[in-house]
């Protein structure tokens, strides 16, 4: 499946225009963020600050395929320049739990938000 394509069926699962969100993602990328993918699954990033982005998860995958993304993802980003991400809560609650277990293993910190606009963050 395409990037485009994951991020217009989770648009519609919430009840959003697909249109419109790949709007929003083209917008968040031209102001210095990023989309990575793998699988049926894309994250994107969008910067807050220098190092500091907001992470928001699109998927279509099973929760192990989603965990072999998310690991991926991490790794990629030690590479770009990110330092902190910070991310709303997420529909499925049990995202955040998969996130904290594969930062434990990656060496990533993965905890409650210090900023209450967003539900968690991680320092990398």
Known sequence: MKPSEVIKLEAQQNGLDPRAALIAVQKIVQFGGFVLNQGNTVLLMKKISPGVFEAHIFTQDSPLSLAQAITSFLHQMVGK?????????????????????????EGVEVTDSDLPKYYWMANI
Request: proline share 4%.
């Open 81 to 105: 320049g990110v330092h902190r991400i910070y991310g709303q809560k997420p529909r499925n609650v049990e995202i955040v739990r998969l996130l904290k277990m594969i930062g434990q293993r």
